[in-house]
Every structure is written in C-alpha cells, then in structure tokens.
C-alpha cells in the first residue's frame, strides 16, 4: 500500500521548506531510515528520512522549489503501483484547503483578530518526529519570569518516540507558559509565549489561533526597527551555584536535567550517588534522593488496616504508544512458542577467557546477541517482515535488544549486528541501554529491527514469553543461567543452564523453520569460539 510523505515540520517556526537535493530518485527502492533528501527550514538545511520501505514512486517537489508544510513530498510504495487516485485525490485536498482558508480569511475580517504585541512570540509545541502528533511537557526548565537567550532549553518533551530538549529560538522574557510538567497537547497548541518583560498577554494566550501570527508578521515587516518599542532591561546575573565536584580533575558527572532538579531541591550533590555510567547522576537518582538520618528515628505514617488506597498516573506517550502497538502484535500476529535450554558450560569458560583481554569486558548477552546475528543469516525466513501479499526476507541484521525504562520498554537497534565483534556489541548496547533510562536515544535509533532479543537473566528470571516486536517475525526471550544437575556422560554432575523461549509469528516462520534456527543458535550458543571464526 502507498505511503504518501508530505514536507515535514522540522522547526517550531517552519512554516515552508526548500527542497536542497534529492538523495534518491524514482524508482529505486528505499529502506526504512534511508534519507531522502535535504530540506532547508528558516534555520538550518537538515536530512529528512524515511520511515516507510518500498520504491519511491513519485516526487511532488523538485529540487530548488520551496512548499509549505504537510505539501505533497513524495509517495512510497510498491513497484508499478497505481498512485492515479492519490495523486488525484491529494489535489482535490488542495482545493479544498484553498477554499477553506478563503472561507477562513472571509470569517476572520467579520470577527477581530487578536493583536500580537510589538516583541511578543507565540511558540507553538512543535513536531519532533513524523509521526508525532501530540506531545507531553515532561519538564520545563525555565519557569515564568525567568530572561531567555537563544539556544536555552526551556523544556523536555516527551514524543511517542523519545524525550528531547526544546530550545528556544528567540530571547526575551518568558511571559506565559500554556502546559504544565506531565499535561499533553497536540501539535501546534500554544506552549509558551517571550516577550519583552511585563508585557500583558493574558488575552492573547486565552485567545490565540494560529490564524492570529500571519497578519501580525506581515504588520511587523510594515514596522521599522526604529520605531519598535524597546524596553531597556537590566539583568543582573546570579553567582553561579557551587557545585561539588566528583571527579579527580574537578568535573561533576551528571546530566544537565538531573543538575536543573538538584539545584531546585536544594541537594548537596557531594551526598548523591550516581547510577548512571561511570557513577554518573541521572534524573532517577534525584528522583529517589533520600537524605542522610540526622539522628533522629524514622517514623512513618499509620495506614489503618484495611484501609482502600488507589493512585491515578497519568499514561505517558511512551506507555500509550507501547500499550497500542503491543496490542496490534498481539492480536494480528498468531503468536507461538518454542522452548529450549542450552548447556552454558563453555560459554561461561568462553567469556572468562575472553574477558582476560585487557579493557575488554563482554556479557552472556552480547554473546547471545551475536549468535542470534549469525544465525540469522542463516536462516532469512525468521529474519522477515509480513505483508499481505508477500514476505520481505531481509538480508541485514539489525538486532533490537529490549531495554526497560521507568515508562516503560524501549528497543535501540545494534545494526548490521553480525558484522561487529562481541567488544562492539557490549560497548554499543552499554550505550544504548544508559541513554535509553536517561530517556535520549533518538527515534531513529529505535527504528528498522530485524530481530529482537529480550532479556531477564539478569533479573533471576528462569524462563518467560514475550510479544514480538513487530513489524518483526520473532522475539527471543532470555532466562538466566541456573546451576543444577545435569546428566554428561551417563553421570549426574553440577551443570550450568539457560532456557529460552523464542515466539515466532506463524504466517511467516513455520515451527520446523523455528526449530531449525534454534537448532543453529544452540550450536553457536554451546561452542562459543565458532562466532570467532
């Protein structure tokens, strides 16, 4: 099925691009994560990419051309689609649009306008990503009254991919801010407004509409400079902070939010312990902060017994979007089970010898992301994706490696996992997973799996299922590693074991296809030198 892109949003103030250059052309095949062309916004020219796979089909924008947002970019689909009645049906959009933005021009001269004070920038929540359509405000960092300078970070928000910081683009005042920390919005709704201090803009934050900002720019540019009122502020800067350091050399190891919330609460860092890598402090730890005793015994509150509690929590966009495609998988794909258990005597051998190398430290689960990798390879159907009419065999390896987070499970991808060593895939999934709890891995690191691995050894976990992570054809789920008898060699000796559980969509991977890829695994699990050769 067609896919239609249109010109992303790719600032809060783009209202148009220009296409700089087309990377791909009609007719070649694209990939999920392939960028497409280069967009010049009012700030910057950026790379766009695709989150559909197919053949570009058609090109709505040239090279050079300029075209306002959500304007037909480009059409993805299958080769030798019909896309008459897209193309057809996008223009009879376009005429509609154009007619409603005249009934809308028309109904905006009988009712008032309302005016933008000289100064005044109404920034509107932005869209992050493609397919972001509502966004939450997970912090703000800046609070009303406070003097903004281009590039401040006024706020974290929480898209349905990822938590990113939100600069602004302007500096002034911060006059109104129109959601507070965990409340939601759709894009384009009112999140802030700067201007000059002690401007009133009561009525324009209870009454904007994005229709209020065209009028306003075009009597701005009918303003000289000159004439524009200037308010002289004078700022006088506090002292910064002192801050205890962590480090041999003086540097504090945390993140910028977790230093924003320390300073706010009040909380001699020297007393927190970092959980972050390297000891780093990240936002949990100060989440979870809990002062020294100061002598005095702890008593806590008395809860009768009996007594009914209950704690309403607001969904996050992460736990409503994981919540929806969990579902979709659940109940489009027919799931079902394949259980083994490996011998992990020479694994764990394997990787004390490994480890011997100097800075070199693998885990169980690197070992097995890679021997999954390989014997992926081998057996392509159990690397697929599903479509109605056909089955996509892929021939790379990209690994999604489930990792939990406070909202959560997120899957950063470990691409062309079968052509790194075990020492690239440690370091690359150590990253991920230390990114992933401080919420920034970006969305496109969380995209185009092949295959995911899920793992709850670490947890003492013995043996459990999951759901796949579509659009892939199977997850494999991973218990820890129990020491109990075993019988080798006719004898019953202390062994050590670890049982998997892979869940395989049946439309795609038939259960000897599953046995034999499991078969292969077990082979690379079991004799762990083999991955080396």
């Not at 005044?120 to 509502?134: F, G």
């Not at 891995?441 to 995209?447: A, F, G, N, Y």
Request: net charge negative; proline share 5%.
């Amino acid at each position: 099925m067609a896919e239609i892109i249109n010109m992303p949003r790719l600032s809060d103030t783009m209202e148009e691009g220009v296409l700089a250059s087309w990377l791909k052309k009609v007719g070649d095949t694209i990939e999920e994560g392939d960028i497409l062309a280069e967009i010049e916004t009012d700030k910057a020219t950026m790379e766009f990419e695709s989150f559909y796979e197919g053949v570009l089909l058609y090109i709505g924008i040239q090279e050079g051309e300029t075209a306002p947002v959500d304007s037909l970019l480009a059409i993805i689909g299958e080769k030798g689609e019909d896309i008459s009645g897209l193309l057809s049906g996008n223009a009879a959009k376009d005429n509609l649009k154009e007619e409603s933005a005249s009934e809308e021009a028309e109904a905006t001269t009988e009712t008032s306008i309302v005016a933008i004070p000289a100064g005044v920038e109404v920034i509107a929540m932005p869209r992050l990503s493609d397919t972001m359509t509502d966004g939450t405000v997970a912090t703000w960092l800046k609070k009303v009254g406070d003097t903004i300078e281009e590039g401040d970070i006024l706020a974290e928000i929480e898209t349905d991919k990822a938590t990113m910081e939100f600069e602004s683009f302007y500096e002034g005042t911060l006059l109104y801010v129109g959601l507070q920390e965990g409340e939601s919005a759709p894009v384009d709704s009112v999140l802030a407004i700067i201007g000059p201090a002690g401007t009133d803009v009561s009525t324009l934050a209870k009454n904007y509409t994005k229709a209020d900002s065209a009028p306003q720019a075009e009597e701005k540019k009918a303003i000289p400079k000159a004439q524009a009122p200037k308010q002289e502020t004078k700022v006088e800067k506090a002292a910064p902070k002192t801050i205890p350091s962590v480090s041999s050399n003086g540097r504090l190891f945390i993140s910028p939010l977790a230093k924003k919330m320390a300073e706010d609460k009040g909380i001699n860092l020297a007393t927190v312990k970092g959980s972050g890598e390297n000891g780093r402090i990240i936002k949990r730890d100060i989440e979870n902060y809990q002062p020294a005793a100061s002598g005095a015994a702890h008593v806590g509150v008395f809860v009768p017994s009996g007594q009914e509690q209950s704690e309403d929590v607001p969904n996050s966009q992460m736990r409503k979007v994981i919540a929806r495609r969990l579902a979709e998988s659940k109940f489009t794909a027919p799931h079902y089970y394949l259980n083994v258990e490996f011998d992990m005597e020479n694994a764990i051998a394997f990787r004390k010898q490994f480890n011997t190398i100097p800075d070199t430290k693998i885990s169980f689960n690197d070992m097995i992301v890679k021997a999954c990798a390989l014997a992926l390879k081998q057996h392509p159907q159990v690397n697929s994706r599903w479509f109605d009419d056909h089955i996509q065999l892929n021939h790379h390896v990209h690994v999604g490696v489930a990792v939990a987070v406070d909202d959560g499970l997120v899957v950063p991808v470990v691409e062309f996992t079968n052509e790194k060593s075990l020492p690239q895939i440690g370091a690359e999934v150590k990253d991920y997973a230390v990114r992933a709890r401080d919420r920034k891995l970006t969305p496109q690191e969380m995209e185009g799996s092949t295959f995911t691995v899920s793992n709850l050894g670490m947890f003492g976990i013995e043996s459990f299922t999951s759901i796949i992570n579509s659009p892939n054809s199977a997850i494999l789920s991973v218990g820890a590693i129990v020491e109990k008898p075993v019988v080798r060699d006719g004898q019953i000796v202390v062994g050590n074991t670890m049982k998997l559980t892979m869940a395989c969509d049946h439309r795609t991977v038939d259960g000897a296809t599953g046995a034999q890829f499991l078969q292969t695994l077990k082979g690379y699990i079991e004799n762990p030198v083999t991955m080396l050769v």
